[in-house]
């Protein structure tokens, strides 16, 4: 959810300032991700709609060596190491962005690794709702009672804190949270009625998505 989605380099420019917070809150956000809403800096950036990054972290290493040496690193300098991707884990690869012009009161795009997309929110106060209160929504097809008891009985067996976290983040960020019926139904409307005024296309290949939820 930081800085409304994550590119490639806006991951690694995030990654960037959270190394300048300092090693012990590093570490922290590393092994407890929610405690980024806790910090007093992500509050007064999410409160203003500054995206939280520093780019310049990550030439630290190259500028000091240059400026030290007049040379710039060898080649062979670099030493990270990536690990192998789990297939399965490359197909779960999704992206959410906003669409067309303006500020948070854009419509919000979330599109899947399988050419699958859908408007889920109208405004990043709506999709932190959405996210907050049903964080399995992309598993949704009937939009049943049953079905959202399903699905949140097996989110919970693999993360059973979740409403400590889920209203833990809701207070920093200021939020009042609906319902999991009403977020749910104002999901399917927003996909399914205001989304059908969108054509929503995979520009690579210039070819309509799949959409994800239908009417």
Not at 100 to 106: A, F, I, K, V, W
Request: proline residues 6%; contains cysteine.
């Amino acid at each position: 959810m930081i800085n409304g989605g994550c590119s490639d380099d806006g991951f690694d420019y995030f990654r960037g300032w959270l190394i300048t917070q300092g090693r012990e809150t590093f570490e922290r956000v590393i092994a407890d991700p929610d405690m980024l809403a806790d910090l007093p800096a992500v509050r007064a950036f999410a409160a203003d709609g500054i995206d939280i990054e520093c780019e310049d972290a990550l030439s630290i290493a190259w500028t000091a060596h240059q400026e030290a040496t007049g040379e710039e690193l060898p080649n062979d300098a670099f030493t990270i190491r990536y690990p192998e991707l789990d297939p399965r884990a490359v197909s779960a690869l999704a992206t959410t962005v906003f669409c067309g012009n303006g500020g948070e009161e854009r419509p919000v795009l979330y599109a899947d690794s399988e050419g699958g997309a859908a408007l889920v929110a109208i405004g990043m106060p709506e999709l932190l709702r959405l996210l907050l209160v049903a964080p399995w929504w992309r598993d949704c097809r009937a939009f049943t009672a049953e079905e959202s008891a399903e699905l949140t009985a097996e989110y919970l067996e693999d993360m059973p804190d979740l409403a400590v976290r889920r209203d833990r983040a809701a207070a920093a960020l200021g939020l009042d949270l609906p319902t999991e019926a009403e977020v749910l139904a104002r999901l399917r409307k927003v996909a399914t009625e205001e989304g059908k005024e969108f054509v929503l296309i995979f520009t690579p290949a210039n070819e309509p998505y799949d959409l994800l939820i239908k009417g």
